[in-house]
């Protein structure tokens, strides 16, 4: 259910007489933090051993960045840059109609015709 888990570490903790065991064990399906219980496997079926929280395994989910935050922030306002200017470039060419672009391509500068004929086959499609 969960994939399968590999045990990185343990360590052992006594306290007033009560000894416990500490695993870490990477579930790599596990994406946020959850209570799991133990279940014995008996034929084809799984027999729950109850709710106590001394059969309680706590799954905690550790968040790993993978980027520092100055470069994440520069990578914002990276993509909120091209987000805008690929917004405005498309408003722009859509902007300008078939009939407008034909006029331009028959009476227009060089130039200009060059470009109204680029657009107007981009603006066909």
């Not at 405005?88 to 331009?104: F, R």
């Amino acid at each position: 259910l969960y994939g399968t888990g590999h045990v990185s570490m343990a360590t052992a903790e006594e306290e007033n007489g009560i000894y416990r065991v500490v695993y870490y064990v990477t579930f790599p399906l596990i994406k946020s933090t959850t209570d799991l219980y133990f279940c014995i496997k008996e034929d084809d079926s799984y027999i729950h051993q109850g709710n106590y929280d001394w059969l309680k395994i706590r799954v905690v989910v550790e968040i790993t960045d993978w980027l520092p935050l100055p470069v994440r922030i520069i990578f914002i306002f990276g993509l909120m840059f091209l987000s805008g200017m690929f917004s405005g470039l498309n408003l722009g060419l859509m902007a300008l109609d078939p009939t407008t672009l034909k006029i331009i391509q028959k009476s227009g500068t060089k130039r200009q015709k060059k470009y109204a004929k680029t657009i107007h086959r981009v603006r066909r499609h």
